[in-house]
């Protein structure tokens, strides 16, 4: 899109209106993409919509007043910065079934309450706000007392889990009668979608950095407006940036693999070559040592519970990870496979492939886990690091003398470690 066209969309007046009234928060229009479409929607569907990064304005919103223009610009425009279409993509790829109706109505509940306060702006028709959603559809009347802070309370993907009750029938979703799902459907009934299909898949990486992008964004703007933001309360869910496990392994073995420069007393420093150890014509400089990075060859152990719950995928792309980083430090590693007891040991080069030897893992593991004789096994290799691939059921009576890192499923994100530091695979 020209830049002529982005600064000449039918929502130009209604982004105008928001910079006037409220600078900081109205001025997050300004990071996003507008366009106007040529047709009308089709019943059930928004003036305006997004697809998660632009605003797409159909030929019937400049008919609009300028307050309810304002509105429908506000509210999508809370869409893009609360990273609606992503999450809802994000979602989807975790559970495979995402109902688009029951979480567009989520999202609108959230951002309606967000805005109710401003009185400057008329918000869609029938705009669904929490505290109905919250009394009518999830039955809480007493938490839909308070708006504010129920908007701290409930964040889309949680509301999204109370509403969707829908059955299963042959591993396939279906509705059932007077269900939770029913009545939100009936109470947003007059609600028009305006959450289009995501504008591309993101890649970790930039689903953490567009997150923390955001977020700056709203807290600087709710910050600047004060009494004057577009937001009531800053709403629990503003996005939250989260490093990605991969991102966060990397970081945290390239620390404990890399070389580290050590002093040699076999060897000068380059200063004392530099003046061949003289201070003077008849004076010369003490010894000097220098430095080098010789020293033992990091190492690492990986630690597999192969009767835990990490699926294959998930075990082939973490042990991937691992491999990789060990491979560019030119580190062996050492895999240990066990349950109740040690049940293989493999060792691997620093220079082997950056894949996992997954022969090592056929066949194995049919005990309940006990991370004690897996863990001595660790320690005897005397690593840099020991990582534990794991679910975390089981006991560990031995606690090495070298670092230990779970690594654990989203699913056991709240288990209890007995040391150590954990880290969540998403």
Same mark, same amino acid.
């Given at each position: 899109?020209?830049?002529?066209?982005?600064?000449?969309?039918?929502?130009?007046?209604?982004?105008?209106?928001?910079?006037?009234?409220?600078?900081?928060?109205?001025?997050?229009a300004l990071w996003m993409a507008h366009r106007d479409l040529d047709d009308d929607p089709e019943r059930g569907v928004a003036l305006v919509q997004t697809d998660g990064r632009t605003l797409?304005?159909?030929?019937?919103?400049?008919?609009?007043?300028?307050? @309810?223009?304002?509105?429908? &610009?506000?509210?999508?425009?809370?869409?893009?910065?609360?990273?609606?279409?992503?999450?809802?993509?994000?979602?989807?790829?975790?559970?495979?079934? &995402?109902?688009?109706?029951?979480?567009?109505?989520?999202?609108?509940?959230?951002?309606?309450?967000?805005?109710?306060?401003? /009185?400057?702006?008329?918000?869609?028709?029938?705009?669904? @706000?929490?505290?109905?959603?919250?009394?009518?559809?999830?039955? @809480?009347?007493?938490?839909?007392?308070?708006?504010?802070?129920?908007?701290?309370?409930?964040?889309?993907?949680?509301?999204?889990?109370?509403?969707?009750?829908?059955?299963?029938?042959?591993?396939?979703?279906?509705?059932? /009668?007077?269900?939770?799902?029913?009545?939100?459907?009936?109470?947003?009934?007059?609600?028009?979608?305006?959450?289009?299909?995501?504008?591309?898949?993101?890649?970790?990486?930039? @689903?953490?950095?567009?997150?923390?992008?955001?977020?700056?964004?709203?807290?600087?703007?709710?910050?600047?407006?004060?009494?004057?933001?577009?937001?009531?309360?800053?709403?629990?869910?503003?996005?939250?940036?989260?490093?990605?496990?991969?991102?966060?392994?990397?970081?945290?073995?390239?620390?404990?693999?890399?070389?580290?420069?050590?002093?040699?007393?076999?060897?000068?420093?380059?200063?004392?070559?530099?003046?061949?150890?003289?201070?003077?014509?008849?004076?010369?400089?003490?010894?000097?040592?220098?430095?080098?990075?010789?020293?033992?060859?990091?190492?690492?152990?990986?630690?597999?519970?192969?009767?835990?719950?990490?699926?294959?995928?998930?075990?082939?792309?973490?042990?991937?990870?691992?491999?990789?980083?060990?491979?560019?430090?030119?580190?062996?590693?050492?895999?240990?496979?066990? /349950?109740?007891?040690?049940?293989?040991? &493999?060792?691997?080069?620093?220079?082997?492939?950056?894949?996992?030897?997954?022969?090592?893992?056929?066949?194995?593991?049919?005990?309940?886990?006990?991370?004690?004789?897996?863990?001595?096994?660790?320690?005897?290799?005397?690593?840099?690091?020991? &990582?534990?691939?794991?679910?975390?059921?089981?006991?560990?009576?031995?606690?090495?003398?070298?670092?230990?890192?779970?690594?654990?499923?989203?699913?056991?994100?709240?288990?209890?470690?007995?040391?150590?530091?954990?880290?969540?695979?998403?």
């Amino acid at each position: 899109m020209s830049a002529s066209a982005q600064h000449s969309h039918r929502g130009l007046h209604a982004v105008t209106h928001l910079l006037e009234h409220a600078p900081g928060t109205g001025g997050l229009a300004l990071w996003m993409a507008h366009r106007d479409l040529d047709d009308d929607p089709e019943r059930g569907v928004a003036l305006v919509q997004t697809d998660g990064r632009t605003l797409f304005y159909a030929p019937a919103f400049e008919h609009l007043p300028l307050e @309810r223009q304002v509105g429908w &610009v506000a509210h999508v425009m809370l869409h893009v910065a609360l990273r609606h279409v992503a999450r809802r993509e994000a979602l989807r790829a975790l559970r495979g079934d &995402v109902d688009d109706t029951l979480f567009n109505l989520c999202a609108d509940a959230v951002v309606n309450s967000t805005l109710a306060h401003v /009185d400057w702006l008329d918000l869609p028709d029938g705009a669904l @706000r929490l505290p109905a959603l919250l009394a009518e559809v999830l039955r @809480r009347p007493e938490e839909a007392r308070d708006e504010a802070a129920a908007l701290q309370a409930w964040d889309v993907e949680r509301l999204y889990d109370a509403v969707d009750d829908r059955g299963r029938s042959g591993g396939r979703k279906v509705r059932s /009668d007077k269900s939770t799902a029913d009545r939100m459907r009936q109470l947003g009934r007059q609600q028009t979608a305006d959450l289009r299909a995501g504008a591309g898949e993101e890649a970790p990486e930039e @689903r953490a950095a567009s997150a923390q992008q955001w977020q700056e964004r709203l807290l600087r703007a709710h910050a600047a407006d004060g009494a004057f933001s577009l937001l009531r309360a800053l709403p629990g869910e503003v996005p939250r940036s989260r490093t990605p496990w991969a991102l966060w392994l990397r970081a945290r073995l390239s620390r404990v693999l890399a070389w580290r420069v050590t002093p040699s007393a076999s060897r000068p420093s380059r200063s004392w070559l530099a003046t061949q150890g003289r201070m003077g014509p008849h004076r010369r400089r003490p010894w000097e040592p220098g430095h080098t990075h010789a020293r033992a060859v990091p190492r690492l152990v990986l630690v597999v519970d192969v009767s835990g719950s990490i699926d294959d995928g998930l075990l082939q792309r973490f042990a991937g990870e691992v491999a990789a980083i060990a491979r560019r430090h030119a580190a062996p590693w050492v895999l240990v496979v066990g /349950d109740d007891a040690v049940r293989r040991v &493999v060792q691997v080069p620093g220079d082997a492939p950056a894949s996992l030897p997954l022969g090592a893992l056929a066949g194995v593991g049919s005990g309940d886990t006990d991370f004690t004789p897996l863990l001595e096994e660790a320690d005897r290799h005397k690593p840099d690091l020991i &990582v534990v691939l794991t679910d975390l059921d089981g006991p560990a009576r031995h606690r090495p003398r070298a670092p230990v890192l779970w690594a654990v499923p989203a699913e056991q994100a709240n288990a209890a470690r007995p040391f150590g530091r954990h880290l969540v695979l998403g």
